[in-house]
């Protein structure tokens, strides 16, 4: 499987950018998808979890009700919509797929077998 995230970027504190992942090489729809960002000198932080079918997520405290994740079965993509954003969410964010199929929204990276090559977010103050 390869994950291809793309779609960060350099934006002003409160202000919006939309991630992207593409998925390929395997059925996608049966699998838990998961954002994670890396900031410099920091460990990789859970930051959003989106079940197999969709209907269940989760977020880190941090994130909560500024960033919702999505994903789109045809498209075999997942979305990560960050508003309001600070300079903390500065970081590298990476995207990832379950090990296992037809699981719940997983907040573990160890949970995660495949990993995007992360994709540079930077929020200006």
């Known amino acids: 499987v390869q994950l291809q995230a793309s779609g960060g970027g350099l934006v002003q504190a409160g202000g919006s950018l939309k991630l992207s992942c593409a998925a390929s090489?395997?059925?996608?729809?049966?699998?838990?998808m998961g954002w994670f960002r890396q900031a410099p000198g920091k460990e990789r932080d859970f930051v959003a979890a989106?079940?197999?079918?969709?209907?269940?997520?989760r977020y880190a405290d941090s994130v909560q009700g500024r960033f919702t994740i999505s994903r789109d079965g045809a498209r075999n993509t997942v979305y990560l919509q960050m508003n309001s954003l600070k300079p903390e969410d500065t970081a590298v964010y990476y995207c990832?797929?379950?090990?296992?199929?037809?699981?719940?929204?997983?907040?573990?990276?160890?949970?995660?077998?495949?990993w995007g090559q992360g994709t540079q977010v930077t929020v200006s103050s």
């Open positions: 990832a797929a379950d090990a296992r199929q037809d699981r719940g929204a997983r907040t573990p990276s160890n949970d995660y077998a495949y």
């Open positions: 989106i079940n197999w079918s969709g209907g269940s997520v």
């Open positions: 090489g395997r059925i996608f729809s049966r699998y838990a």
